[in-house]
């Protein structure tokens, strides 16, 4: 009976909790929202995959297949991709700084990446709740303490999501938790409208930070004094975003006035893909079918 209980109770849980709390299947993304989009890819250009692969699934991840060059790993929510190339460089500097995860022990993963020879940085502010660890090629990645302030969005109408009380403690090593844009200051309100409009995002903050709550993702924009360079050819190169009815969505976005790099196609794979660049610079993957990798 208590074994029920306790079932029904993180059933009710899941029907509130946000989605990318709650996306904890390996081979699944995180449930659409109304308007069909869900974080879908993480893309990243690097010089030696296999290096980049053993990153990968050191701190958590699965390996999912291999395909035209490029390798696929999963954690919960979303698909990493290593394509074989020379970037032009890390995220800093450009408009995507970085890239946030959820884990369940910062320091304790700390411990085991640098027991592994990865580089690793302490949180400017001192916090163990909060730390930094490198790919082999350079690239920042952010590590969130599971259950910290840190992770919490809080929503326009005061709600908060997240924090100790607000949903069960993960069970995976690692979760995506956010993406982190600069953009000038005088354009992190107008990007957050854009990303309400074209994708369904909601409107929240986290930490300080101005936000855009996405299925799978939130949104972190800062504001900084000048447009920073774009994120195409750097090793985190694009975003992807999983999307039911692409060519409708596609359709949908030409009319908002938004223009493609690529325009939608359907690949002998069967999977459908579009390419973008938001106002600001971050390239965008747009596919359906992603979530069958």
């Not at 079932?7 to 849980?13: C, H």
């Not at 904890?24 to 308007?35: D, G, I, M, R, V």
């Not at 997240?162 to 993960?170: D, F, I, L, S, Y």
Request: aromatic residues 10%; proline residues 7%; contains cysteine.
């Amino acid at each position: 009976m208590k074994k029920f209980f306790a079932t029904l109770s993180l059933l009710l849980i899941l029907t509130v909790a946000p989605t990318w709390v709650i996306a904890e299947q390996w081979a699944e993304l995180a449930p659409p929202n109304k308007k069909g989009v869900t974080m879908g890819q993480l893309h990243y250009i690097v010089r030696d995959i296999e290096a980049n692969k053993q990153f990968w699934l050191a701190l958590g991840a699965l390996p999912a297949k291999e395909e035209g060059g490029q390798v696929f790993l999963k954690i919960p929510g979303v698909v990493i991709s290593l394509t074989k190339g020379t970037p032009s460089g890390t995220s800093i500097g450009s408009v995507m700084d970085h890239v946030g995860f959820q884990v369940p022990d910062v320091q304790q993963l700390k411990v085991r990446m640098e027991a592994r020879g990865y580089k690793t940085e302490p949180a400017p502010s001192g916090s163990k709740l909060v730390g930094y660890v490198f790919t082999p090629e350079g690239e920042k990645l952010e590590f969130l303490e599971d259950g910290s302030t840190n992770v919490v969005i809080t929503f326009d109408d005061g709600t908060k999501v997240n924090g100790k009380a607000q949903g069960p403690r993960m069970t995976v090593p690692i979760l995506l938790h956010h993406v982190h844009p600069f953009v000038p200051k005088n354009a992190v309100e107008e990007m957050k409208a854009w990303y309400i409009k074209n994708f369904g995002g909601v409107s929240s903050r986290r930490w300080e930070y101005v936000a855009v709550d996405l299925p799978g993702v939130n949104f972190n924009i800062s504001g900084v004094p000048a447009e920073l360079p774009p994120t195409r050819g750097r090793i985190q190169d694009y975003i992807g975003f999983e999307i039911r009815d692409l060519e409708a969505f596609c359709k949908k976005l030409d009319a908002n006035g938004v223009k493609f790099d690529k325009p939608y196609t359907k690949e002998p794979s069967g999977l459908a893909t579009a390419y973008l660049t938001d106002p600001w610079g971050l390239s965008i993957q747009l596919t359906e079918g992603l979530g069958h990798y």
